[in-house]
């Protein structure tokens, strides 16, 4: 079954700096990439999505990388800042569309 | 527009009951998901349900199923429930189904099975 590996459950890291997420797959190669925030207590909220064929997506401070050969995305958050603070999800789309999660990664962002 | 929600946000149930959660998505949106959530496993997918049809389906035993209604709301039930189904269960809806557009997800129901 596909196995999601998110770099270290807690990341901390200062104001203005940036912050880099990991996101490591086995065995499938997914069709999509996504990726999602969530605050305690809330649903997961829909930050960026990448597909297969691309290597590089942006948006605002955001950024993520979607390497298919090392079965691995990179998810980038510059200038970060203390409103950042949140867990991080990435999740991959299969053909035949299962969707997998990995557990999340918590970033706090310290002013 | 309203965003996707939920009924009821908090459950109490006790083991071999079952239980009934609602989902209401987006207004326009076809495509309806369910997830479980646990701090040990994270977010599992249970089915995804487009126009009434059941798409994709995860690796939950046959006590969890779900449908959905000509409005595109969704209901999932879980039956002969287990103290391991306690969880936060998540419902998504997206425009069109298979993880090709983003999902938006409502705010969860929390069962807890004694």
């Known amino acids: 079954s596909q196995k999601i590996e998110q770099n270290s459950e807690a990341l901390n890291i200062q104001e203005g700096k940036t912050a880099t997420l990991t996101c490591n797959y086995t065995n499938y190669s997914p069709a999509y990439l996504q990726w999602y925030r969530q605050d305690p207590g809330r649903g997961p909220v829909f930050l960026l999505l990448i597909r297969e064929n691309e290597k590089e997506k942006r948006k605002e401070r955001l950024k993520v990388t979607f390497d298919t050969t090392l079965k691995q995305s990179l998810f980038h958050i510059t200038a970060s800042q203390p409103a950042d603070s949140a867990t991080y999800l990435c999740a991959l789309i299969i053909p035949g569309n299962q969707f997998y999660f990995g557990t999340g990664t918590s970033l706090t962002v310290i002013p | ?114």
Request: net charge positive.
């Open chain 2, 1 to 114: 527009k309203a965003g996707v929600t939920q009924t009821p946000r908090y459950l109490i149930k006790t083991r071999g009951q079952q239980v009934t959660l609602s989902c209401s998505p987006i207004s326009g949106h076809r495509s309806v998901s369910w997830y479980q959530q646990t701090p040990g496993q994270g977010l599992q997918f249970l089915f995804e349900y487009f126009s009434e049809t059941q798409r994709n389906k995860g690796n939950f035993p046959g006590r969890f199923s779900g449908r959905q209604f000509s409005n595109s709301r969704s209901e999932m039930n879980v039956s002969t429930l287990e103290l391991g189904d306690s969880a936060l269960y998540l419902c998504a809806s997206s425009s069109t189904w298979g993880g090709v557009n983003e999902q938006f997800f409502g705010p969860g129901t929390r069962l807890t099975v004694l």
